[in-house]
């Protein structure tokens, strides 16, 4: 019974997840403003979903996997559209997750993840920066450097959070044993992408 209810409860989270971000979605797509968006926003989001999303490793003792599209993304953040980056890593997560797994649940669940998170960081670093678009060339370097840490730390926090509290709820285990455990070491790649996405964004 005990099983039962922790199975339930994940579940019920995992469903409250994928309502907060399909109105994430509604409101980027309700939002969405074509003006800074040319063929070098698609061409990178065809890099995304076709490179970025496809260079992945497996986190060791779950079902989860980090890709490499969060330095694609993070550079989308930074040149392009917030709201059409939101989207962006939506359809990145989607075209993921119908590669790693059979259920819906868990498909709608990693997309509803990605545009949580990035709704967060977009509004927490746009709320103490400024518009992330053309940050790079309206900042001092030290102001640049705190907006792309911030980013990152959101990014990595909102991401690996939701993630690993469904873990734990199906595994039975405590948030911060399996955060601990199986996502802390990711915060490596979230910081190396957002590093690499500000640099390009800058020598752009």
């Excluded at 819906?104 to 990605?114: P, S, Y």
Aim: overall charge positive; some cysteine.
């Amino acid at each position: 019974m005990s099983v039962t209810y922790k199975q339930s409860t994940a579940h019920r989270f995992m469903m409250i997840v994928i309502i907060v971000g399909a109105a994430a979605c509604l409101y980027a797509g309700s939002q969405l403003s074509f003006a800074h968006l040319d063929e070098r926003f698609f061409l990178l989001a065809l890099a995304t979903i076709c490179i970025g999303s496809r260079l992945n490793v497996k986190v060791p003792g779950v079902t989860s996997q980090v890709t490499v599209s969060e330095t694609f993304i993070f550079l989308a953040l930074l040149l392009f559209d917030s709201h059409a980056t939101i989207l962006l890593a939506a359809i990145e997560g989607l075209c993921i997750s119908l590669r790693i797994s059979k259920s819906w649940r868990v498909r709608l669940f990693n997309v509803a993840v990605l545009a949580c998170s990035y709704t967060l960081t977009t509004e927490l670093v746009e709320l103490c920066f400024g518009p992330l678009t053309g940050i790079a060339e309206r900042t001092h370097p030290f102001v640049y450097l705190s907006a792309i840490s911030l980013m990152a730390a959101t990014q990595y926090v909102g991401n690996s959070g939701l993630v690993a509290a469904a873990s734990a709820l199906k595994a039975q285990q405590p948030l911060w044993q399996m955060w601990k455990q199986h996502y802390l070491y990711t915060s490596l790649t979230y910081f190396a992408g957002a590093s690499a996405a500000g640099l390009i964004a800058k020598l752009i």
